[in-house]
C-alpha cells in the first residue's frame, strides 16, 4: 500500500506561481504512475497530469499545458507539479495519486493523498 502526502498549497495572486510536492511512502514507488488531480467546490475531480513510472513520458489536460509541469525524483520518493501563470479558475484542492496504468480517469488510480489547496485571487 502507498500513502502520498502533499504540500506546497497557498494563496497566490493570479499570474503568480506555486510548486506542489507528493511525498510517497513505500518501497515500490517507481513502479506507479502517478497523477495529479483537482477539484474546486462543487465540481467534479479534474484531471491535471500524469507521469510515467520512469519519469520519460508525461501527458497534460489540454488546457492546462504550457502552464503546468509534472516531475518526479524516484530516489526521493517525490512527485512535483509546478504551477505557473495561475488563474482564478485554477482554485480548487490539488491531489497526488498512483495507479498501474496511464490515464486521465480518476477511477484508474489506487490511492491518493489527502490533498492541498490552491487559492488564486484575482
Do not use: H
Given at each position: 500500500?502507498?500513502?502520498?502526502?502533499?504540500?506546497?498549497?497557498?494563496?497566490?495572486?493570479?499570474?503568480?506561481?506555486?510548486?506542489?510536492?507528493?511525498?510517497?511512502?513505500?518501497?515500490?514507488?517507481?513502479?506507479?504512475?502517478?497523477?495529479?488531480?483537482?477539484?474546486?467546490?462543487g465540481?467534479a475531480?479534474?484531471?491535471?497530469?500524469?507521469?510515467?513510472?520512469?519519469?520519460?513520458?508525461?501527458?497534460?489536460?489540454?488546457?492546462l499545458?504550457?502552464?503546468?509541469?509534472?516531475?518526479?525524483?524516484?530516489?526521493?520518493?517525490?512527485?512535483?507539479?509546478?504551477?505557473?501563470?495561475?488563474?482564478?479558475?485554477?482554485?480548487?484542492?490539488?491531489?497526488?495519486?498512483?495507479?498501474?496504468?496511464?490515464?486521465?480517469?480518476?477511477?484508474?488510480?489506487?490511492?491518493?493523498?489527502?490533498?492541498?489547496?490552491?487559492?488564486?485571487?484575482?
Amino acid at each position: 500500500q502507498v500513502q502520498l502526502v502533499e504540500s506546497g498549497g497557498g494563496l497566490v495572486q493570479a499570474g503568480g506561481s506555486l510548486r506542489l510536492s507528493c511525498a510517497a511512502s513505500g518501497r515500490t514507488f517507481s513502479s506507479y504512475i502517478m497523477g495529479w488531480f483537482r477539484q474546486a467546490p462543487g465540481k467534479a475531480r479534474e484531471f491535471v497530469v500524469w507521469i510515467s513510472n520512469s519519469g520519460s513520458r508525461t501527458y497534460y489536460a489540454d488546457s492546462l499545458k504550457g502552464r503546468f509541469t509534472i516531475s518526479r525524483d524516484n530516489g526521493k520518493n517525490m512527485v512535483y507539479l509546478q504551477m505557473n501563470s495561475l488563474k482564478p479558475e485554477d482554485t480548487a484542492v490539488y491531489y497526488c495519486a498512483a495507479g498501474r496504468a496511464t490515464t486521465y480517469n480518476a477511477r484508474g488510480y489506487d490511492y491518493w493523498g489527502q490533498g492541498t489547496q490552491v487559492t488564486v485571487s484575482s
